[in-house]
């Protein structure tokens, strides 16, 4: 196993801070990476992620960065995959791929400028993606492009490649075996005692082609997204009657799956369905706080 801290490193890049492993050459911004089709924010985003990226300046460092200053930290954080990727590449020149297999995985995305975001922790699909690279002697290679549980799909993919069979009851399954379940991804902003913000719970859940978003408090807190057709997550569709449907079916999807899955915190943070059973808003307020 070997593990690498770039391009990690691009958020002590924003706060200008010391590079840890080494400085990256300056770039000219007529150089640099244009700006990403969906920066800035989007109309009816979530107040709570306006409020956390505020409240959380020092962290991220990009809250005075103008336009030329998002396209250099593009050019940079490109220059740290590079930097990684000649690294991994040494170390598959030491490697026999024709009897070995290899898994790559990697951190949460960066926000890239994207939405105006930088570092992860949003769940913009920038920054909820998590790259899993599965290289198995004999067969073709796998890249898994939608948002999985990567981290915990490593187990039941070894066990595959192995042969032998996976333990039970895991949360998720190998990469190799396409699966049509839901995916949902868990998000909390540091604690208010730790920096000043107000620790925003968050969830998205996706399924097929629909993105339902929901953060635990603000106004437009509730997101709902066609990835097929907005894959910049540009247009929110929970503000569009005609998509009303749609949302009630994500709603009670994530219901669902929070009841499945024991998640009683963030259950008190969802907008129940009109369809939920007559008392299940008292059920789950039964034990207040």
């Not at 075996?177 to 868990?186: F, K």
């Not at 996706?206 to 978003?213: P, S, V």
Request: charged share 20%.
């Amino acid at each position: 196993m070997a593990s690498f801290d770039d391009p990690h490193t691009i958020c002590e890049y924003a706060r200008s801070q010391p590079m840890p492993y080494g400085e990256v050459p300056a770039l000219n911004v007529g150089d640099a990476p244009p700006l990403p089709v969906n920066f800035p924010q989007a109309p009816y985003a979530p107040e709570a992620l306006n409020f956390e990226q505020h409240a959380g300046a020092r962290m991220y460092g990009t809250g005075s960065f103008s336009p030329d200053d998002w396209r250099r930290y593009r050019g940079t954080y490109a220059a740290l995959v590079e930097r990684v990727d000649e690294r991994i590449g040494a170390l598959l020149e030491g490697i026999d791929l024709a009897s070995t297999a290899v898994v790559f995985v990697s951190d949460h995305g960066d926000g890239d400028a994207s939405h105006g975001w930088n570092q992860k922790t949003a769940l913009h699909q920038e920054c909820i993606r998590v790259p899993l690279l599965v290289h198995v002697p004999g067969r073709a290679a796998a890249v898994e492009h939608a948002p999985v549980p990567a981290l915990l799909a490593v187990l039941p993919t070894l066990c595959e490649v192995a042969g032998i069979a996976a333990p039970k009851a895991l949360s998720a399954g190998s990469v190799l075996t396409p699966s049509d379940s839901p995916v949902v991804v868990e998000t909390v902003f540091t604690d208010a005692a730790t920096l000043p913000g107000a620790g925003t719970p968050g969830r998205a859940l996706i399924l097929g082609r629909w993105k339902y978003t929901v953060y635990g408090w603000g106004q437009n807190r509730e997101q709902l997204h066609d990835l097929a057709a907005d894959p910049q997550e540009q247009r929110n569709l929970a503000v569009e009657n005609a998509f009303a449907p749609e949302q009630e079916r994500m709603r009670a999807e994530l219901l669902h799956w929070c009841e499945e899955t024991g998640d009683t915190a963030f259950r008190k943070r969802l907008v129940l369905p009109e369809t939920a059973p007559a008392g299940k808003h008292q059920g789950i307020f039964r034990v207040p706080y």
